[in-house]
Nanobody
């Protein structure tokens, strides 16, 4: 159920990184990567970029990354990406993928929806 992030690392200011989030789905469990968040030491987790719905659509970015970061999806691969350009030291944080999960009970056809978070991938930007 948990999405898996990758692509973090150490980069100099002005550099670029591309984060990936992958998720596995089954007939009764649909996991859709939906948004990127980040959390720096001593700070609250904050939204970085998000899609409006599970299939893509309108994107929203935090003011601090607008124009530098781009969120994208590959629905065939059930993957989501975050292209980060012009990185700054203040972008240093652990980046998390949030996925929306829909579970289907095959006996009753009832569904249950909830969010699932990955373990995160560390991004460190040096000055």
């Amino acid at each position: 159920v948990q999405p898996v992030e990758s692509g973090g690392g150490l980069v100099q200011a002005g550099g670029s990184l591309r984060l990936s989030c992958s998720a596995s789905s089954t007939n009764t469990l649909r996991v859709n990567p939906l948004a990127w968040y980040r959390q720096a030491p001593g700070k609250q987790r904050e939204m970085v970029a998000t899609f409006q719905n599970n299939y893509g659509g309108t994107t929203t970015y935090s003011d601090s990354v607008k124009g530098r970061f781009t969120i994208s999806k590959d629905n065939v691969k059930n993957a989501m990406y975050l292209q980060m350009n012009s990185l700054k030291p203040e972008d240093t944080a652990k980046y998390y993928c949030k996925a929306s999960v829909v579970e289907v009970d095959i006996r009753t056809a009832r569904t249950r929806e909830y969010d699932s978070w990955g373990q995160g991938t560390q991004v460190t930007v040096s000055a």
